[in-house]
């Protein structure tokens, strides 16, 4: 009896029943286990996750603010300064000078009066340097013309002598007016400086240079016969012309400074006025005033 009751409550099937249901009860803890411990790993790291962006977005937010502070502080650099536009400019293209004018080693048998007038007119090309545009040549042509004034003196243009005669008239009749004039055609060449290139009318202005020339006329003309005590004898004008005694050539230095369109100017002729043995050794000299424009 005892062991039918042994056999009865030790039975197989339910000892491998119990035995299953207790394996799988612990399996399905084991996975369940392992489930919420993957989660958790999960949740951890998505946390780290979303933690490491916010610093990554922080870091990149704070490097913006510092660049961009920093590029506002440094300064731009100047834009490359332009060359004045000087296509355009008026730099003494036209030039008109008036002066008075005398004679250098001029002998004191020579009597001249009052004031000699000089008038040129000119016509110039200007050429500013590409390296410093304050800096140009100038090149052109035009009219220069002297007038000399006599006090009773006779000048021989037309005699047939070998030099020409300066004669004194103070003790005959003479002209109350007499003059020799010259009219050469001329070639000026200058070295311009200019302060103010862009705005030449505003500017001081220097320029050297030399001129050449070649004679076109030379004539006398005296106004008003009048006698030894100035009474009028004829009022009448008389003009003699004649180059025979003159150089056909003439070289002179010359300068000029002022500022805008007004100016001073000087001229030297560095040439004799008259052919050697023909005349006096003399040369004419101009200080002056001068206006120009376009």
């Known amino acids: 009896m005892?062991?039918?009751?042994?056999?009865?409550?030790?039975?197989?099937?339910?000892?491998?029943?119990?035995?299953?249901?207790?394996?799988?009860?612990?399996?399905?803890a084991f996975f369940v286990g392992f489930f919420n411990l993957l989660l958790t790993g999960m949740k951890i790291l998505l946390s780290l996750r979303q933690i490491l962006m916010k610093k990554i977005f922080l870091v990149l937010i704070s490097s913006l603010t510092?660049?961009?502070?920093?590029?506002?502080?440094?300064?731009?650099?100047?834009?490359?300064?332009?060359?004045?536009?000087?296509?355009?400019?008026?730099?003494?293209?036209?030039?008109?000078q008036i002066g008075v004018t005398n004679w250098a080693k001029i002998p004191d048998s020579i009597n001249t009066k009052g004031l000699s007038r000089s008038f040129n007119m000119y016509f110039m090309f200007d050429f500013p340097f590409k390296s410093n545009p304050k800096l140009s040549v100038g090149i052109g042509a035009g009219i220069g013309t002297d007038n000399i004034y006599f006090d009773k003196t006779y000048v021989g243009l037309k005699d047939i002598t070998s030099t020409l005669r300066f004669q004194d008239l103070s003790d005959t009749s003479h002209f109350k007016k007499y003059k020799l004039t010259t009219t050469i055609l001329e070639a000026p060449i200058e070295l311009r400086f200019s302060s103010n290139p862009a705005t030449p009318n505003k500017s001081v202005k220097v320029a050297l240079g030399v001129k050449a020339g070649l004679l076109l006329k030379a004539q006398t003309k005296g106004k008003t016969l009048q006698n030894k005590a100035g009474g009028t004898l004829i009022a009448y004008t008389e003009k003699q012309g004649s180059k025979r005694f003159f150089n056909s050539n003439r070289f002179a230095a010359t300068a000029r400074i002022g500022y805008g369109v007004w100016g001073l100017f000087g001229s030297y002729q560095l040439n004799p006025l008259f052919k050697e043995g023909f005349g006096p050794d003399v040369r004419p000299y101009t200080i002056g005033i001068s206006l120009s424009g376009l």
């Open 2 to 28: 005892f062991y039918l009751n042994l056999f009865r409550v030790v039975d197989p099937n339910w000892v491998h029943n119990r035995i299953s249901h207790q394996l799988c009860g612990a399996r399905s």
């Open 66 to 96: 510092v660049v961009t502070i920093c590029a506002q502080d440094v300064p731009k650099p100047a834009p490359p300064k332009q060359p004045p536009n000087l296509r355009s400019r008026a730099n003494d293209h036209f030039l008109l």
